[in-house]
C-alpha cells in the first residue's frame, strides 16, 4: 500500500517547481535546452551516469505533480472531459518540449510513458470510486498513477527501472521494484487490487529483450472478486 515517500530530495522539488512555474503560471514553452539547464544540478545524481533522457521525465513528473495538486479531480469529475483535454491538459503539454533524445536503456526496455491525454481518458471511462483499490504494475513516471488522486483512492505502484521510481517518490508515491512480469507473485497478501491500471500491456522483459510477454495477464491474476 501507498505511503508518502520522507526522502525528498530538494534538489528535484526545485526543478519541478521551476518548470510548473513555467508551465502553468507563465504559461510560456521550455525549450529542450533551458530544460537542460533547469535539470543540471541533478543531471549526474543517480549513478554517476548522465543521461539527457532524463530531464524529459523530470519533465513528466513535474507535469504530474501538477496535475495531483491542481487539477485531478475536476478534470475526472467534469461532464465534458474532451473539451477539458482541449482547454487545459494540451496547453500544458505543449508547454514541455519535444522528447527528442532517447536514451538505449528506454529503448531497450521499451520505457515510452502514456500521453497524458490518453491517460485521463483511460482513467475516466475507468470510473474509479473511493472503494477501488488500484494497481499500476508499470508506473513510470507516474502518468496514470497521478489519476487516482482525483479519485481519493488506494494505490500501488510498481516500476522496476531506478531511474523512474525515484521520481515516483519525488511526486508522493511509494512504488515497488518488482518486474512486471511477475507482480503477482510478489505482491503481499493485503494488497488485493479491485482495478489494474495500465499501459502499454506488451513489453520486452528487461533481462531477456527478445521475449515478449502479455504482463497484463500477470497483474490482473491478483484482482479482489470485484475487478
Known sequence: METKNQNINPDYQFCFETIIDRIDNEKKPLTNRELLDICRPVADILNGESNPHHAHEIGEAALNLLIRRKHAKNLLTTENPIELVRSLLKPLISCLPTQTWR??????????STPPTIAFLLAYLLNLSKNDFVLEPSAGTGNLAVWTSGYDIKIHTNEIDSRRRFLLGQIGFAPTAFNAEFINDFLSPEISPTSVLMNPP????????????????????????KG
Not at 536514451?103 to 515510452?112: A, Y
Not at 531477456?208 to 495477464?217: D, G
Open 103 to 112: 536514451s538505449q536503456k528506454q529503448i531497450g526496455w521499451q520505457q515510452f
Open 202 to 225: 506488451f513489453r520486452l522483459m528487461a533481462d531477456a529483450p527478445k521475449i515478449i510477454r502479455v504482463n497484463s495477464v500477470f497483474a490482473t491474476s491478483n484482482l479482489h472478486s
